[in-house]
Each structure stands twice: as C-alpha cells, then as structure tokens.
C-alpha cells in the first residue's frame, strides 16, 4: 500500500529546494550580473535541472524578484516590527538598523549593486517589486510601528501622514547610503560603523523620541569690580598734571596779591 504524501514534509522540501535555487542565483547574479547570468548556470550551481528551476520560478524577473525579498527580509519583517511592543523604543530602533547596515553593508552589498541597473531600467520588475515587497512592508511598518512610535501624549503625537513620510525618508536615507558606498566615497566607507545610530538618531529626532543632548551652560566669568571714575586730572599724563599744578599755584598767588 503506497503512503499518503505528507503535505508538512512536502512543504518544507519546497522551501528548502527553493533557498538552494536562491542561495545559487544571489551566486551567480553577484559574479556575472543580472543579464550575464543565466538559468542554466543557475540550476548548476543549485545541483538541480533547468527545469527544477522553472518549477519554482517562472522567469529571470520571478527570480530576481525572490532575491529581491531576499533582501528585503521580508519573511523576518513582520516579527521584527512586532519586538517593539515588547522593549524600548530606542533601543530596538538602534538595534533594527544597525542589523539592517550590516545585512545590507555585507552579505548584500554585492548583490544588490548588481541587480540595482535591472530594478532602475525595468519597469515590469519595478512594478513587481513595489507591490509584492516594497508596499507589504510599509503597510506592515504602518500598522505596527506608527502607533508606538508616534506615542499617546497628544501634544507630541504627529499627524499620521506625516509619521508615514518620516518611515519612508528613513528608508530613503538607507538606500542612498548603500549607493553612495557602491558608488565609492571613501569618507563613508571611513565611517560606515558611523551611519546606522546617525540614521536612528534621525528617526527617533523626527518622531520627538530622542532628547536634544543636554550642554552644561558655560560658566560665567566673575564680574569685574567697576573702577571708580578718577577725576580728569587724575587720569591725566603726568606732564599735563604738572602743567595743571602750576597754573593752579600762580592763579592761587595772584588771588593773594593785594589789590
């Protein structure tokens, strides 16, 4: 009697065989870039046939667009957000970005500036990729990250569209920093460790969770005791103080003489 297929065990076989084909591509696309490379090299570098490959992606887009969630975190995102509910604030948006500069900063890095050209010049991927990763995760980050980081005191509470907006320059801020390190500036790459708590600081300054650094007022210096005003003759050259006490003693003489 044949047994039954295990859906469970089927599943997870897929999800494996699916990784390898993923863990190959990323391989491949970083050696050779996304046009050079092909399906063929592909299944051998996953030990698979042509057509295992085509079993789980339909084309080179498909392909890339799973490399792209790949990147993306998606399948770690959701639960990523939802630590938030369950420690600080600050420490876990520190943490959540340090995490993504190293991902994205190593293991990433060469990835995505091989198939960033594709993303920038295909528009049928574009528009794959910003409604199968790039909008889920936003709507995600809406739902779970703006009330918390928005907070319950009214008076500091950000209008919602606002709040959304500061989300997507954080993110804006990300991506063009691992541009401009594939680009090549030498001063971030000196200072990328830099990057990630200057990127938290400006999230957690625009959304008013970040106190402006207290600086210790500069002491003042002690007042200087006003000098009591000297007379004009006082104050005066020395020869003209002698000019003066002599035209003083002769007018005094003369009021002496007798008239």
């Known amino acids: 009697?044949?047994?039954?297929?295990?859906?469970?065990?089927?599943?997870?076989?897929?999800?494996?065989?699916?990784?390898?084909?993923?863990?190959?591509?990323?391989?491949?696309?970083a050696e050779k870039g996304f046009h050079r490379a092909t399906?063929?090299?592909?299944?051998?570098?996953?030990?698979?046939?042509d057509g295992t490959v085509y079993n789980y992606f339909a084309n080179k887009n498909a392909l890339l667009l799973g490399l792209l969630d790949w990147i993306n975190q998606s399948d770690r995102r959701e639960s990523d957000f939802q630590q938030?509910?369950?420690g600080n604030t600050e420490a876990f948006v520190r943490e959540y970005t340090r995490?993504?500069?190293?991902?994205?900063?190593?293991?990433?890095?060469?990835?995505?500036?091989?198939?960033?050209?594709?993303?920038?010049?295909?528009?049928?991927?574009?528009?794959?990729?910003?409604?199968?990763?790039?909008?889920?995760?936003?709507?995600?980050?809406?739902?779970?990250?703006?009330p918390l980081l928005r907070g319950q005191d009214p008076a500091r509470s950000l209008e919602i569209d606002q709040a959304k907006l500061i989300l997507r320059l954080e993110a804006a801020l990300m991506v063009g920093l691992i541009v401009l390190r594939i680009i090549g500036d030498d001063h971030?790459?000196?200072?990328?460790?830099?990057?990630?708590?200057?990127?938290?600081?400006?999230?957690?300054?625009?959304?008013?969770?970040?106190?402006p650094t207290q600086v210790e007022p500069a002491q003042a210096e002690p007042a200087q005791a006003t000098p009591t005003p000297k007379s004009a003759l006082e104050s005066a050259p020395k020869t003209t103080k002698r000019a003066a006490k002599k035209a003083a003693k002769k007018a005094t003489q003369k009021l002496e003489e007798p008239v």
């Open 1 to 29: 009697m044949a047994r039954k297929p295990n859906p469970e065990l089927q599943e997870k076989v897929a999800a494996l065989k699916r990784e390898q084909i993923l863990q190959a591509a990323r391989s491949v696309f």
């Open 84 to 86: 938030l509910q369950e």
């Open 188 to 211: 971030l790459e000196a200072y990328w460790d830099k990057a990630p708590d200057l990127v938290a600081d400006f999230m957690l300054s625009a959304f008013g969770l970040l106190e």
């Open 99 to 146: 995490q993504r500069f190293a991902f994205l900063g190593g293991e990433g890095l060469k990835l995505f500036q091989a198939i960033l050209p594709e993303i920038l010049a295909n528009a049928e991927l574009r528009s794959l990729y910003r409604e199968k990763i790039i909008a889920p995760t936003f709507a995600s980050a809406d739902h779970i990250l703006l």
């Open 39 to 49: 399906i063929k090299e592909i299944a051998a570098r996953a030990g698979v046939a």
